[in-house]
């Protein structure tokens, strides 16, 4: 155990003593400063019952926007209500219906070429101009239809978010959404910043003349690479909780509300900076370069996880790429085989903002694939001649 | 007689199997011996530290190390190692190096704090402790590594060219620490490609060429192995210049090196004098005087690596 605190503690120390890191903390700081300090409680004044009495607003503001920080927390909450409503199948479905009337239109317009080649009689050709234009009629009420049905259940949505949030303030709802707000920029910054921290580490533990003298000692493998692993995340992990520490505290003085939930993101966004410090990781030990580590990290941050997030949330529904069916056969699998860390940073703002639908999966799939990057790490790290 | 390293059959290969980097090696180091393992680049010393601490996974065979064995990480409890080109975190002070490897040893505390200063004084580092690695010099680097290795008292180190990028003074002083560590009962497998420095340090010496041991013993055994036990003669000649006829003369009868005054001849033996001498006469060369040197380490080993390449004996690679 002493071993792999003392490995841990090294990383530690490597971590203070990258600049990058250093300037990752600085942003964190900046941003948690920014919030906390630039935050204020708004009075309406207007007479309202105490639950609508009050928000939250930047200093520099005198009075609400027009679509205040409640309004924003209603729309997040009556977005989950709707999908818990089905809203999303139902839409769905109804794009399908629309996918099948196109496929329809396509065959005709086929046919309709085809009778125009063979010169087909008039008759024939006017009955496939009726047939037309009786599926564009089914397909124009079917649009009408789906539109109207979307809007009834946000409706309904917007008005059980009402109902269930009678007893909620508008303080605590502004509390709620700029705490989910601060998530995102911690998250999105903490991303950015450690895939170049530590892309470095594993590269820089399997150097020659480096790694060597640290397997002389009485150590197994095993401490070896989680000590390395751990410590990694360590500096990182404490300086999201002071963050997290922070913001709690200041906006619990500044409102009076203790919003404890806030810190249900925490693991979250550690899980996620775990995810890509993992993939970096393994990089970094299959390849020894930090460069390569560095890019793949990036790469997989910037454009892979946007790829995926496209066909997750995107593919099923849009009918930009209802064409390409095996896109869309391909977005219901990708959602179960690859990790999204946009879905995860909803998650978490979603644990934020405490809606009764919590989106677990893609905290399921990352954590698979934490697991199975880390094994096959170590793996690799266990085999290996230094 | 009590081991700090024996191996049986130990060896390693890569390319699977293509590659022979050790073939079945037997080395038995005495504890408490200073013993120094020669060869020519690539002839696997590395490998085989590296194997025996586990840097290197062994193929097959066994090994111990201070009796327990060497896949086990106990065994290394009471073991330093100087890595050859080593690389310490550059973030890291003399010190602060002392103290990861001192942690990682097992030490802690006050015990640990009395080492760190210890060694570091042992090494001449005192001054530079609280200095970053990253602006050492490499001989510098090179001590605070020897004092890593002390830590925790190991009654087994391996240097592995401890005095490489050391200058003169410091390659002394080195050799100081390690004799005075052999005095203190530990034992020393040093690897060294400087043979004078083998011979200053170590008693017991093995030569390694592709992988294999050619000859282990103590430093007299192997010379005496390997000249027949008549010794490998170097004779010093002082004589008038030599014309083209003497020289050819000299060198029919052994390896010829000019000196001052005349030159040195390596002769297989003490019989090969006397027909050198009447070779010169013949030449019509004057002789003011013969003296034999003894024959040292770096002769035999030289001698013994060149018939190894006559007989053809090679590895695999």
């Known amino acids: 155990m002493q071993a792999f605190l003392a490995i841990v503690a090294d990383t530690w120390r490597q971590s203070k003593q990258q600049w990058v890191f250093l300037i990752l903390l600085v942003m964190l700081g900046a941003v948690t400063v920014t919030f906390a300090a630039l935050t204020k409680v708004h009075d309406y004044g207007d007479g309202s019952d105490s639950r609508h009495s009050q928000t939250l607003l930047w200093l520099w503001q005198d009075a609400p926007e027009e679509f205040t920080r409640e309004d924003h927390w209603e729309g997040v909450y009556s977005m989950v209500i709707a999908k818990q409503q089905g809203r999303e199948e139902i839409l769905r479905q109804k794009r399908k219906e629309q996918q099948k009337l196109k496929e329809e239109m396509i065959s005709l317009s086929d046919e309709y070429s085809a009778a125009k080649k063979r010169n087909a009689p008039e008759a024939e050709i006017d009955a496939i101009n009726e047939r037309a234009s009786a599926l564009q009629k089914r397909e124009a009420a079917l649009v009408e239809e789906t539109d109207r049905v979307n809007s009834q259940m946000l409706k309904e949505a917007r008005a059980e978010v009402k109902r269930r949030s009678a007893d909620i303030s508008d303080l605590q709802k502004a509390l709620e959404v700029t705490l989910a707000q601060v998530t995102t920029f911690l998250t999105i910054l903490t991303m950015l910043g450690f895939v170049a921290a530590a892309s470095g580490y594993f590269p820089g533990l399997i150097a020659q003349g480096s790694v060597d003298s640290v397997l002389a000692r009485p150590v197994n493998r095993l401490q070896v690479f989680f000590g390395k692993y751990v410590g990694g995340l360590a500096l990182i992990s404490a300086a999201l909780f002071a963050c997290w520490l922070v913001l709690f505290i200041t906006f619990g003085i500044k409102t009076g509300l203790w919003h404890w939930h806030f810190f249900s993101a925490l693991p979250m966004t550690l899980l996620a900076a775990a995810l890509l410090y993992a993939i970096v990781a393994w990089v970094g030990l299959m390849t020894r370069s930090t460069a390569l580590s560095l890019v793949t990290g990036y790469f997989f941050y910037l454009v892979v996880d946007t790829a995926v997030h496209v066909m997750v949330t995107q593919a099923p529904n849009d009918p930009l790429f209802a064409d390409w069916k095996w896109l869309v056969t391909m977005a219901e699998w990708v959602r179960y085989l690859f990790p999204n860390f946009r879905l995860m940073r909803e998650s978490a703002e979603a644990s934020v903002v405490n809606v009764p639908v919590f989106e677990a999966q893609p905290l399921i799939v990352a954590a698979a694939w934490l697991v199975i990057l880390l094994v096959t790490a170590f793996r690799r790290f266990q085999r290996t001649d230094f | ?317």
């Open chain 2, 1 to 317: 007689m009590e081991l700090a390293v024996e191996t049986k059959d130990l060896s390693k290969t890569y390319k699977r199997g293509r590659i022979l980097a050790l073939k079945a090696l037997d080395l038995q180091v005495p504890m408490g011996s200073a013993f120094g393992l020669l060869g020519p680049n690539g002839a696997g010393k590395s490998t085989l530290v590296k194997t025996l601490l586990t840097i290197v996974r062994a193929s097959g065979g066994s090994a111990t190390l201070l009796g327990v064995d060497f896949r086990r990480p106990e065994a290394r409890r009471k073991v330093g190692y100087l890595p050859e080109g080593h690389r310490f975190p550059g973030y890291l002070t003399g010190a602060g190096v002392c103290e990861y490897f001192g942690r990682l040893a097992g030490l802690r505390g006050a015990e640990l704090a009395t080492q760190i200063k210890e060694k570091l004084e042992l090494v001449g580092m005192s001054e530079w402790a609280d200095v970053k690695i990253s602006r050492y010099s490499k001989g510098m680097a090179q001590r605070v590594g020897l004092a890593q290795a002390m830590l925790g008292n190991p009654k087994l180190i391996f240097l592995d060219e401890p005095t490489d990028g050391v200058d003169p003074l410091g390659r002394q002083e080195i050799r100081e620490v390690i004799k005075r560590l052999c005095r203190q009962g530990s034992t020393i497998f040093l690897n060294s490609h400087l043979l004078s420095e083998v011979e200053q340090v170590c008693d017991r010496v093995a030569i390694m060429h592709h992988g294999r041991i050619l000859r282990q013993g103590s430093v007299r055994e192997i010379i005496d192995a390997v000249t027949g036990g008549q010794g490998l003669l170097q004779v010093r000649f002082r004589t008038s210049p030599l014309d083209a006829g003497a020289r050819q003369a000299v060198e029919r009868h052994g390896a010829f090196t000019p000196a001052d005054d005349g030159f040195l001849v390596n002769l297989p033996g003490p019989q090969a004098v006397t027909p050198l001498i009447d070779a010169l006469r013949a030449a019509r060369t004057e002789i003011f005087s013969v003296e034999p040197q003894h024959a040292n380490l770096e002769e035999a080993f030289i001698r013994l690596i060149q018939q190894q390449s006559d007989q053809g004996v090679g590895g695999t690679r």
